[in-house]
């Protein structure tokens, strides 16, 4: 297991939620990584403090203001954008008329050498 990995499972080591075989690899890795070892000891105390704080009251309407914030960030997240930006039509237009001359010139200087 790397570092990355052992770190995204702390949360679920202090709920419980590892078992079998990922719990002795989390456990395996601990023993080895002093780094790893120190967050998991930090996390459980930052969670010891915090679940011994009485609960707090949100303000009067912060939940409704949250939502709307949340929506608002997913919907331009799934938000389609266009596939070509208004540059890229007008450089694809640009080149389809240069194309357009550079065969019209062509085919009036085949015309005029024959």
Do not use: W
């Not at 709920?15 to 075989?21: E, F, I, M, P, T």
């Not at 609960?55 to 799934?78: D, I, M, S, V």
């Not at 954008?81 to 208004?86: A, E, N, Y």
Request: charged share 25%; net charge positive; proline share 3%.
């Amino acid at each position: 297991m790397n570092c990355k990995k052992a770190k995204e499972q702390i949360s679920l080591f202090i709920d419980g939620k590892l078992s079998g075989k990922e719990l002795s690899v989390f456990k395996e890795h601990l023993y080895g990584c002093s780094n790893c070892a120190k967050a998991l000891e930090e996390t459980q105390q930052a969670v010891g403090m915090v679940s011994g704080a009485p609960a707090q009251a949100l303000p009067e309407g912060f939940q409704e203001r949250l939502n709307r914030r949340l929506n608002k960030e997913t919907f331009k997240e799934t938000e389609s954008k266009p596939l070509f930006g208004r540059a890229h039509v007008y450089r694809g237009l640009a080149t389809a008329c240069v194309l357009v001359l550079v065969l019209v010139l062509f085919k009036d200087l085949e015309e005029s050498t024959f």
